[in-house]
């Protein structure tokens, strides 16, 4: 920021910058994450005759929810209706994610009700900030509710919709929750993201629903997806712990031949696992496919997996 500061200084000294340039300006030091570097640059724009627009606004009311400071946010919402600086549905979406950091799900409620009264129609963005706000005060009921809403009106689900709702679902409901909203995204042929893949792979192998995890697992794989390195490490551990080591074998096997590394932590647990139940031949085929992978795509690191020195001979 220092540098795009000492060009906004050579610029203005030779023509005077216009909003897109300030605003552009005033969003790098939003990324800072800085709320005081933020409204001086913004009063220093002002002194020098700019006047904000809408997206300055948003800008500046992002900045402030994303440190919890919901109140601050609230104000400049008023600034703008006194200047007739009509909000958009950007704006009123942040504020409603602010009041849930904030956790007032109250006021994120009367926002997301002042909608339409804004002429403004919530979308997927809208709903989900919603969401979220109730599943930070822990009201799981209200956000499937919401959940049901979408549907009935024809607005979609996204990704941040299913990671919202699990993420509640798992700290209140349990297994079964987690399980009916596991069901209802698979009959959609919904694909979750990384992260949230990641967190079903974790939360069904830690409560004992190993299946479940190998049917994530073939679903993404169904699909043409090559889950996570991260997957793959939780999958193989739940399922060797239970003695399936076949199963893990499989898993890793598919990994593997898409292109894809393990990590040597988890080979190391199958080597074991293998060696005990006398499948060399198996470990053999393993190693050799992590050795011809090798030579086409080192591992990232520079980390060298393969059979131990220490291993019986295969």
Not at 31 to 41: C, I, K, M, R, Y
Request: aromatic share 8%.
């Amino acid at each position: 920021m220092k540098e795009a500061r000492s060009v906004f200084q050579k610029m203005h000294s030779q023509f005077s910058p216009n909003s897109k340039t300030m605003n552009i300006l005033l969003l790098g030091f939003k990324e800072s994450g800085d709320v005081t570097a933020v409204e001086l640059f913004y009063h220093e724009m002002v002194r020098r005759g700019f006047k904000p627009n809408i997206v300055t606004y948003n800008i500046r009311i992002d900045v402030y929810c994303k440190k919890g400071c919901f109140s601050d946010g609230l104000r400049l919402l008023e600034e703008m209706e006194r200047v007739n600086c009509s909000p958009t549905l950007e704006t009123i979406t942040t504020l409603i994610h602010g009041a849930g950091v904030a956790r007032n799900a109250s006021k994120a409620r009367r926002l997301f009700d002042e909608l339409p009264m804004r002429n403004l129609w919530p979308d997927t963005g809208a709903y989900n900030a919603l969401m979220s706000s109730l599943i930070r005060s822990k009201d799981v009921k209200s956000a499937i509710s919401l959940m049901d809403e979408m549907e009935g009106k024809h607005i979609g689900h996204d990704s941040v919709t299913y990671h919202t709702m699990f993420f509640g679902l798992m700290r209140s409901n349990g297994i079964d929750g987690v399980c009916e909203l596991y069901d209802r995204m698979v009959k959609k042929n919904f694909v979750p993201k990384t992260r949230t893949v990641v967190m079903l792979m974790k939360f069904f192998c830690v409560n004992r629903r190993i299946d479940l995890g190998l049917n994530l697992w073939g679903y993404l794989m169904e699909r043409g997806y090559c889950p996570h390195g991260h997957a793959l490490d939780l999958l193989v551990t739940g399922l060797c712990s239970h003695g399936r080591v076949q199963e893990a074998f499989e898993c890793s096997k598919q990994i593997l031949e898409r292109g894809r590394h393990m990590s040597e932590a988890v080979f190391r647990m199958l080597e074991s696992f293998l060696l005990q139940e006398g499948e060399t031949d198996k470990l053999r085929e393993v190693d050799q496919m992590i050795k011809r992978l090798r030579t086409v795509l080192p591992p990232p690191g520079g980390h060298t997996i393969g059979v131990t020195s220490t291993a019986p001979p295969i």
